[in-house]
C-alpha cells in the first residue's frame, strides 16, 4: 500500500511527508506540527486475516512454522518479532479517534489511491506492486479456530474499521 504510493509520486513535484514504514500518526502530530494542520493526511489499513497471511509469507521468522495454523496458534510469541501489531494505532489516537483525514484500505488501494489525488489536485499515474507476497487468497488458510484467533487479536481493529472475516472463507 504506502510503499507503491511512495514510489508512483516519487520524483513528482509536490511535496510529500512520508515518515517511516510503521510510524504513527500520533507521532507525525507530535514531531512536524507545523506541518500537522494544513497537511492532507492519509493512512492505509488492511483486513486484519489478509494481513497475518502476508506476514506468514513475508517475514523470515515465520519460516521456521511448518504451517499457518502453527504461526496463529504461536501468535503470542509470534507478535514479539512483528513491528506492527493492530492497525489502529497508527490513525488514531489512544482512545480511537482518528487523526488522519482518509484511512484507505488495502483491499480497494488504487481507487483509494485515486480517491486521495483527487483530493490533493494531483494527476494520479499507475501503482506498481511493491513488496508482493506470492499465497493464495488468505480465506483458504483459516479454519474456525484460526479465525476466531485472529479475531481477538484484532478486535479493535475489526471494530473501528468494520472488518469481518468473510461467510464463503470457511
Known amino acids: 500500500g504506502g ?3 511512495e ?3 516519487y520524483g513528482r513535484e509536490f511535496r510529500l511527508l512520508r515518515l517511516a514504514v510503521h510510524d504513527p500518526a500520533s507521532y507525525a502530530k507530535e514531531a512536524f506540527p507545523q506541518l500537522w494542520e494544513p497537511c492532507y493526511k492519509v493512512g492505509f489499513v488492511r483486513n486484519p486475516w ?3 497471511v502476508s506476514a506468514f509469507f513475508w517475514y523470515d521468522f515465520c519460516k521456521h512454522y511448518t504451517s499457518f495454523r ?3 496458534l504461536d501468535h503470542e510469541n509470534a507478535l514479539k518479532q512483528f513491528p506492527l501489531r493492530c492497525q489502529w494505532p497508527m490513525v488514531c489516537d ?3 479517534r482518528l487523526l488522519v483525514d482518509f484511512v484507505g484500505r488495502f483491499e480497494r488501494l488504487e481507487s483509494d489511491y485515486t480517491a486521495i489525488c483527487n483530493q490533493v489536485g494531483v494527476v494520479p499515474v499507475p501503482l506498481p ?4 507476497t506470492k499465497h493464495c487468497l488468505y480465506w483458504r488458510y483459516y479454519n474456525a479456530e484460526t479465525v476466531e484467533i485472529v479475531r481477538k487479536i484484532s478486535a479493535r481493529d475489526c471494530e473501528l474499521f468494520g472488518y469481518e472475516f468473510p461467510e464463503h472463507g470457511l
Open 70 to 72: 502453527e504461526f496463529v
Open 3 to 5: 510503499m507503491s504510493i
Open 94 to 96: 489512544t482512545d480511537g
Open 7 to 9: 514510489h508512483a509520486w
Open 50 to 52: 489478509d494481513w497475518w
Open 129 to 132: 506492486h511493491r513488496h508482493e
